[in-house]
Every structure is written in structure tokens, then in C-alpha cells.
């Protein structure tokens, strides 16, 4: 492939927070940023050069992109994989592709792929009948979580099961179109995440590894780098970039991991895009997870991951208590503190508005400005 040189238009489908944070360093980077987004102003619509507003499937939008794009990359996996065959079909370059959105997007999918190739995953199941189910019980094990196979995020889609009778209710909550997948509940010691990228020439890069804290399934706060022992990060690091090899992806991505006993990891789930739990990148690394994603699908080199000092990252969720969001001003005492707010107007309960990174010079003392800094903000 061509290297795609600054000055060139790059595509984004999606214009979320992640397409607004590419478009940022894109267009830092020089290139020019056009996305296709069905809501008005959207959040990367207010930064790119054009937002083509349609939905993600509509074909004479997808024509109208592949025309003015270079080469067009995704900001979240619940796109029509069809969506982006389409664009391939037209002869664009499309990164990560086609396959890899097919294989992360369906849990099913990608838990086999991920065992074939040979990385650690829970004891997992097809279950689509309730004979499935009583199986699934007796062979997968209790406690479990069981989910749809498709279009979950955040915890939405699953649950948590201990005994037959709550698998049933659940079983019978969630079965729709397809298939639900039955997970052997993981007791992990921690919850981590590797952003990584990978080249057109397949050289892969892994960023430090974040330690999650998730609240109701969302991610809350990121530690960096994770309060882990040495071969547990390495482990994790070279599982990612291994995940990113089996694929043959083409951009920044995420994989999300238990740590188990052992300073084992186990793979939850991967992510073909820039990841929240990898916004310490833009403010704490020499090169953020957004610029490795616009060098890699530029065919340019993948710059480096190092991180310049421990951080914490806290994401600033919506209440529905309002729309302003006062305590910024005080937040912003703490010189070390820097704020991301993502141009969203309805600061819905659970919303993604917005996060905020601190520096320091330990985990421990960024971690207590962070949190000192998240008392102060408030919706009204
Ligand atoms: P997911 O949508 O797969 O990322 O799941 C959301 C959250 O549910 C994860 O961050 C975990 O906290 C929890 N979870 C998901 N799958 C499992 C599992 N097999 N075992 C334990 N916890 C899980």
C-alpha cells in the first residue's frame, strides 16, 4: 500500500468521542478529517473538515466517502460489517477490515478465534435453546455471565448467574435473533487493558498496561501503569500484541484482560479501535493511541508508546441532573489535571461526556489528586 501523507483526507465512520479524538490529531498531524454520522454536531463532527450526516449503511453516503477519503478507518465496532465491505468492494482502503470488525463484534466469533489461536479465554458455550442452557450449566460451570452474542457494550446485554434457575430467567430475557454466549464467571484479581497497534508491515506496538476500575460495567478510572508485577505486564503485553498478529489488524486496538492467579491473564474481549481505557495515551505517552492509529492506516511508522509519568484517568459520566457542568474551575487548581470534554450537549444518566487524566509522580499520588478532582465536578 501508498504511505497516505499529511494534507491527505482520512475517513472516519462514527462520530463519537473516539472519532472526535482522531480527528484532533489527524488534523494536528495535517491531514484533513471527513466523517459519516447520522446525529448533527456530533462529537467528531464538530472538529472534522465535513460530516457527511447519513447512517452508517446509507450506500450513496459510503460512495460520497470513499470518493473524498484517502483511506477510511471505524471509531466503534457496532457498524454493519457489510458497511465496510462495501467501502472494500469500492476499492478503498479500510483499516482495521472488513474481517476483524466481523470477528469483534460477535462474542461468539471472537472467543473462538481467540482459543484456535491459542490465547488464555474462560470456559465458554453457544447457548440458543434451553437445552443448551441445562448443558451449559452442567459442562461450562456456575457461576456464570451470559450475554448476547451481539451489540452489547458497557455491561448491557448480560448477566450474572449462580444457579439454574437465574440462568433461565436471564436465558429467557436475552434470547432474541441469535445465539447468547455462556462465560464461566472469571474470579479475576484485577480487571486490565493493552492498547496496541499494529503496522501495514505487521510491526506491532503495545502500550502500558491499564489497570480498569469499572462501576455498573462502565469504565470509571484507568491506572497506568497497572499495579501489576513485572510478568504479569509483560504477559499482557505480548498477549495483545499476539491478538493483533492472529488478526492481521491494521490500526490501534484494545484488548481487555482478567488477571487471574498465577500472574495469569485471560482475553475478555477486544476492542479493533482506540479504547477509553487508553485516553492516558493523548496526555501521558510520547505518541497517543489516536496518532498511532492515524500512522498506522497512513502506512507511516508507528511512533513510540513510552509513557512519560504514572497517571490516572477518570472518565466524567452524565447524571441527568443537567447539562452544565460546574467544578471544572476548581478541578483545574490542580496543575497536573488535564480535561477532555467531548462537545455532547444532554449529560444523560451514564453518558459519556467527558474525562479527565492527572499526572504525577506516582500512581498513588495521581490517583488521590484524581480523586480529590472528581469530587469537585458536578452536573446542574
Ligand atoms: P464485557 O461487556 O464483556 O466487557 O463485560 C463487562 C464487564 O463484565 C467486564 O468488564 C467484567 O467486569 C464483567 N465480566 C464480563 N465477562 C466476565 C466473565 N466471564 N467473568 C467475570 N466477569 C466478567
Known amino acids: 500500500m501508498r504511505t497516505v501523507l499529511p494534507g491527505a483526507t482520512l475517513g472516519i465512520l462514527g462520530g463519537g468521542q473516539l472519532g472526535r479524538m482522531f480527528a484532533l490529531e489527524a488534523k494536528r498531524m495535517g ?8 446525529s448533527p454536531d456530533s462529537p467528531c463532527g464538530q472538529v472534522a473538515d465535513v460530516q457527511i450526516e447519513a447512517g452508517y449503511s446509507d450506500p ?33 482502503d479500510v483499516h482495521p477490515g472488513s ?81 447468547l454466549i455462556w462465560e464461566r464467571k472469571v474470579p479475576f484479581l484485577k480487571e ?61 486496538y484494545c484488548v481487555e484482560l482478567f488477571l487471574i492467579e498465577g500472574d495469569q491473564v485471560l482475553v475478555n474481549e477486544i476492542a479493533p479501535r482506540p479504547h477509553n481505557s487508553g485516553h492516558y495515551t493523548l496526555d501521558a505517552c510520547v505518541c497517543s493511541q489516536f496518532e498511532q492509529q492515524v500512522r498506522a492506516i497512513c502506512g507511516l511508522p508507528l511512533g513510540s508508546t513510552e509513557v512519560l509519568k504514572p497517571s490516572v484517568m477518570i472518565n466524567i459520566l452524565g447524571d441527568g441532573k443537567g447539562n452544565t457542568l460546574f467544578g471544572a474551575d476548581e478541578a483545574m487548581r490542580e496543575a497536573n489535571l488535564v480535561l477532555h470534554l467531548y462537545g455532547k450537549t444532554q449529560a444523560v444518566a451514564k453518558r459519556k461526556m467527558g474525562h479527565f487524566t492527572v499526572l504525577g509522580d506516582s500512581v498513588e499520588s495521581a490517583l488521590a489528586k484524581a480523586l480529590a478532582a472528581r469530587a469537585l465536578l458536578r452536573w446542574g
Do not use: W
Not at 62 to 83: H, S
Open 31 to 38: 491531514y484533513r478529517v471527513v466523517t459519516l454520522e447520522p
Open 60 to 92: 450513496g453516503a459510503l460512495r460520497r466517502l470513499a470518493e473524498e477519503c484517502d483511506v477510511i478507518t471505524y471509531e466503534f465496532e457496532n457498524i454493519d460489517a457489510g458497511a465496510v465491505e462495501f467501502l472494500e468492494g469500492l476499492g478503498k
Open 99 to 179: 474481517r476483524v470488525l466481523r470477528i469483534s463484534q460477535d462474542r461468539l466469533l471472537e472467543k473462538n478465534f481467540l482459543r484456535d489461536s491459542g490465547l488464555g479465554v474462560t470456559a465458554f458455550m453457544a447457548v440458543d435453546s434451553e437445552a443448551d442452557l441445562m448443558e451449559a450449566a452442567r459442562t461450562v460451570g456456575l457461576p456464570a455471565v451470559i450475554k448476547t452474542v451481539r451489540g452489547g457494550y458497557d455491561g448491557k446485554g448480560q448477566a450474572v448467574v449462580s444457579d439454574e434457575a437465574g440462568a433461565l430467567a436471564a436465558f429467557r430475557k436475552l434470547h432474541g435473533d441469535h445465539p
Open 192 to 252: 486490565l487493558s493493552v492498547v496496541a497497534c499494529r503496522g501495514i508491515d505487521g510491526k506491532a506496538t503495545a502500550f502500558p498496561v491499564s489497570e480498569n476500575i469499572h462501576v455498573d460495567n462502565i469504565l470509571d478510572t484507568g491506572i497506568v501503569p497497572a499495579r501489576i508485577s513485572a510478568t504479569a505486564a509483560e504477559r499482557a503485553r505480548s498477549v495483545a500484541k499476539s491478538v493483533g498478529d492472529a488478526l492481521g489488524i491494521v490500526g490501534s
